[in-house]
C-alpha cells in the first residue's frame, strides 16, 4: 500500500464533497488501487466548514505556508475556484515541488499555457479532470481512449446550473428566478450565477474540451456565446408544441483544417438523446470518424459528483512515473492552416410579434425568402394584445449571415411589433 499526503485548498461545495469521498471511500481505494489517501491539511478561512465535517484540528490551516512546508504532502487539491488567489497558490504549490488537482475550469481556460509551463519545469502534474461535465470522465476519455479516431464533433449539455433552470421551466412550469435559486441552493451554481446563466462556464468547458478533442488550440475569444436569460415560458410552450426541448448546448465542429465552436440556447428534437438530459445532468454526444457517435452522461455539478472526478485524479496522478501533459492546447495562438469558423450553419426558431391582418404573416416569410432563407415550419398563436398574433417561424438550415441581414430588415417592417426571440435549432 503505497501512502499519498494531499492538502486542501477551500472546503467549499466541491472541496468538502472531496473530503467526505476520501473518510467515507478510503479503504475501497486502498483495495482497489493500493493507495491511501491521507488528507494532512486543509487550507480554509472558514471554521464553520471545517466543524461540519469533523476536520482534526491539527489538519485545520488559514496559512498557505502550512501545507507548502508539509513534506508529506506530494498533491494539492485546489478547490477554490476563480483566478485569484487560486492561480497563484497554484504556482507556489508547484515551486514546493507539489501536483495539483483542480476542478478551476476558468483558470484552466483562462491560464493554462502558464500552468502547465510551471508544472513541466518543476516535474509535477497537473490533473482537472474535474473542471468540465462534473463527475464524467470525459477528460480521460479524450486523452486515453479516443486515439484511434479525429474526432468530428462534440455537442455537450455542459452546465448543470443552466440545464436545471430549463428543466424546471419546462416541467413543472417553475418561474426562471426560483429555478436558480434552488441551483444555488443546490450546490450547483457558481458563486456569481451569471457565469453560469450567460454562458461562461461553459464556454470555459468547451474551450478546454474541444481543444483535447480536436488537438488545437480553442482559445477563449473564438467561441460565440449566448447565455439562457433570454429563454421566456413561451418558447418553451412553443418548443414543446413542435417536439422540441430548449437546452444549452455546447457545440465544437472539426471539418479539416475548419474549426466551430459556439455555446447558446438550443431546440433539440425530443427524440434525440440530449433532449432526454434533465436537470443537473449533463452529457456529452461525440462523433469520431471510427468510433462513430458516443454519449458520456451523468451529474455535471455537485459535491459529491465532482468530489469523484478529484479523486479519481488523485488516484492517478498518484501513479504516475512521469507525468502527462500537453494534450491541451490553449495559448491563445491558432495552430498553422486552422481556420474558425463564424458563420456557422444552423436551423432556426424566430418568435415575432406581428399585427393579426392578412399578408403579415407572409411578409415576413418573404424576407426571409428574400435572404436566402428557407422555411421549414410556421406556427401561429394568439398573442396577448388585441389584433396581435405571435407566429414563430422554423426555418432549414442557414447561415449565421444570412439570419443576421433578414432579422435586421424584419425588425423593421411595419407589420412587425417586436422580434421575441431567435433560438438555434439542432
Ligand atoms: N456551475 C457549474 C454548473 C458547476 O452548473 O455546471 C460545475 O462546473
Redesign the pocket.
Known sequence: MKKIGIGIMGLGVVGGGTYEIIRANREAIIASDGIAIEVKKVLELKAERMDKLNVPAAARTANLDDLLNDGEISIVVETMGGIEPAKSFILRAFAAGKSVVT?N?ELLAKHWAELEKAAKKNGVGLYFEA??V?GVPIIRALDLSMQANVIQQITGI?????N?ILTKMTEDGSDYAAALKE?QNLG???ANPA??VDGW?AVY?LSILSSIAFNTCVPLDRIYREGITRISAEDIAYAKEMGYRIKLLAIGKLNGKKVEAHVHPCLVPEEHPLAGVRN?Y?AVYLTGDHVDDLMFYGK??GAHP?GSAIVSDIVYCAGQKKHRYAFFKNDGKLDKGIKFVDDFASKYYINVTVLDKAGCLAKVAGVLGRCGVSLEQVLQKDAKGKDKAVVVYMTHESGEKAIARAVGIIDKLDVVERINNIIRVI
Open positions: 476542478a475550469k473542471s468540465c462534473g455542459i452546465n448543470g446550473t443552466t436545471y441551483a450547483y451554481a457558481e457565469a453560469d462556464d468547458k443537473s449533463n455535471g455539478a465532482t
